[in-house]
């Protein structure tokens, strides 16, 4: 079975500053993607960045990257210039090539306050 | 072009009934997939349609059933609800839902309430 863990529960930046959100995984599967969701409060879901664990390359996604570390198995969101609008829950999330179709594990989430 | 819809949002429901809730992809998705978050256990894969057949089924009692339309709407159906079916739940879609290389996106939500 695949599992996440976020082990951060909550976190807040200051505005403009860097933030780094922690995950780890589980796995024994060879093929798999993994995401950052981020859900702002009373809001939809929405797709901030993946990674694809073939692709030895680091996603970036505008203020966004990750630092993907396969063999640590370990896929941390860095947001960098930290904007108000940024304050949401941060769910990771994965899935495998022979899940069969569309089935994310997610981890707990991680709250993000941005203060002003 | 219009996001994932779902209605209704809110639902209040009683021990016992049973609820049906509904969800329409994103034009052109064929896969639409079901989540439940709730705060004690975050959000779990409830299971995945494409072109009106059941893929994938989480980890969830035989209360929890779903269906897709051949318009690729698609409903979910909890009987006899208990209290701790109260929760977030989420739908999302995908062209074809294959297995994370397309954006899943998600709708806004139904939150049911069950008393």
């Known amino acids: 079975a695949q599992t996440v863990t976020q082990s951060q529960p909550e976190m807040s930046v200051q505005e403009a500053e860097t933030v780094t959100l922690s995950c780890t995984y589980d796995?024994?599967?060879?093929?798999?993607?993994l995401f950052w969701y981020k859900q702002p409060p009373s809001r939809q879901m929405i797709l901030v960045i993946r990674?694809?664990?073939?692709?030895?390359q680091n996603a970036t996604e505008n203020r966004f990257s990750v630092n993907f570390q396969k063999a640590a198995k370990s896929f941390s969101l860095k947001i960098s210039d930290s904007q108000l609008g940024d304050t949401a829950m941060y769910f990771c999330a994965f899935t495998y090539s022979g899940a069969g179709s569309y089935q994310l594990t997610f981890g707990k989430g991680t709250k993000l306050s941005v203060i002003p | 072009k219009a996001g994932v819809t779902q209605t209704p949002r809110y639902l209040i429901k009683t021990r016992g009934q049973q609820v049906t809730l509904s969800c329409s992809p994103i034009?052109?998705?064929?896969?639409v997939s079901w989540y439940q978050q709730t705060p004690g256990q975050g959000l779990q894969f409830l299971f995945e349609?494409?072109?009106?057949?059941?893929?994938n089924k989480g980890n969830f009692p035989g209360r929890f059933s779903g269906r897709q339309f051949s318009n690729s709407r698609s409903e979910m159906n909890v009987s006899t609800l208990e209290l701790g079916d109260s929760a977030l739940y989420l739908c999302?879609?995908?062209?074809?839902?294959?297995?994370?290389?397309?954006?899943?996106?998600f709708g806004p939500g139904t939150r049911l309430l069950v008393l």
């Open positions: 999302a879609s995908s062209r074809t839902g294959y297995r994370g290389a397309e954006t899943q996106y």
């Open positions: 796995t024994s599967e060879s093929n798999y993607y």
């Open positions: 990674q694809e664990a073939y692709k030895q």
């Open positions: 349609y494409f072109s009106e057949t059941q893929r």
């Open positions: 034009s052109g998705h064929r896969s």
